[in-house]
């Protein structure tokens, strides 16, 4: 399949303000209590939600100490929550660094995770998925006047930043460990912080995460994205595998995709990063994939 390119080379946020939300500890932050101090629910419908997102990765899931948590992921959170009769005051966010979220989804500490979260068989052992919602793919940041990487081919003998926990580490180790080292972060805004220091020659992980950290006002200029995808990641909606709620969660998606607002969250968020979607896998000509199985 035809897979459009995009180069990003404009950028738009802190690397260093984001690799501290990335160290800060999963599932533990949140400023919308779902509860008041005598445990009464807020809202209209009395419904709560507890979602978890990423806090540091710029256009999809980001979230500066107690603001409102920005990015693609939150809206389609927001809208499925809304389709679910939860009000925005009643959803607690809670950050779910790429290896909690098993963990975090299986203990019940969040009720659904919406963090570029790649549908896997494996990661179905553990968990159930709704979605997908989108589907991006693999691809490597690099320094902006980097020459000798062009793809995943051209690693031998450099370091490259990936996150613990994630397909894209995974992905490395499968298939392109030879010769090449892998430093695992907890967070890909660590990774390039690693990128700009030189401690490493290239950053691993999908496209759109990609494009979004190149794409901040502090990183402007600094990096660039490959704009060679070597992998399909399917975005699901992670779930307790007691979940009674997928089909809900899917028809909520097909809602925003009808109603023009997936269209709109997608482009306001990856707007000035030089992001395009694959507009192939994203229209529908997946669809044959299924979920809630
Ligand atoms: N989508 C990939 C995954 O689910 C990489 C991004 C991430 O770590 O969240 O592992």
């Known amino acids: 399949m035809a897979r459009k390119k995009f180069l990003s080379l404009t950028a738009v946020a802190a690397a260093a303000a984001l690799s501290l939300s990335a160290c800060s500890p999963s599932a533990t932050e949140s400023s919308e209590e779902s509860s008041s101090a005598d445990g009464s629910k807020k809202g209209g419908s009395g419904e709560s939600l507890t979602i978890g997102i990423k806090f540091d990765q710029p256009g999809l899931g980001f979230r500066e100490g107690s603001n409102d948590p920005t990015g693609f992921d939150v809206e389609v959170a927001r809208f499925v929550a809304k389709e679910m009769g939860v009000d925005e005051a009643d959803i607690t966010w809670v950050q779910t660094p790429s290896a909690n979220r098993e963990n975090a989804l299986e203990n019940g500490e969040v009720d659904m995770i919406f963090a570029t979260y790649s549908i896997t068989d494996e990661r179905k052992e553990r968990v159930a998925f ?51 080292n892998l430093v695992e972060q907890g967070g890909y805004a660590e990774c ?53 709620t997928c089909q809900q969660i899917n028809d909520a998606i097909q809602k925003m995709k009808d109603e023009g607002v997936w269209e709109e969250a997608l482009k306001s968020n990856t707007e000035g990063t030089g992001y395009e979607a694959d507009d192939e896998l994203n229209s529908g000509a997946d669809a044959e994939f299924e979920s809630c199985d």
Do not use: W
Request: glycine letters at 12%; hydrophobic letters at 35%.
């Open 192 to 244: 390039v912080t690693y990128l700009e220091s030189g401690q490493v020659d290239a950053v691993t992980t999908d496209d759109i995460i990609l494009a979004g950290l190149a794409g901040t006002e502090a990183n402007k200029g600094k990096f660039k994205v490959v704009g060679d995808p070597f992998s399909v990641e399917r975005y699901g909606v992670g779930l307790n595998k007691d979940n009674d």
């Open 130 to 180: 709704a979605g997908p919602y989108f589907v991006a793919g693999q691809d490597l940041l690099v320094r902006a006047d980097e020459e000798e990487i062009t793809g995943p081919d051209s690693l031998d003998g450099k370091n490259l930043c990936s996150v613990t926990g994630s397909t894209s580490a995974q992905k490395i180790k499968d298939e392109y460990s030879q010769g090449v």
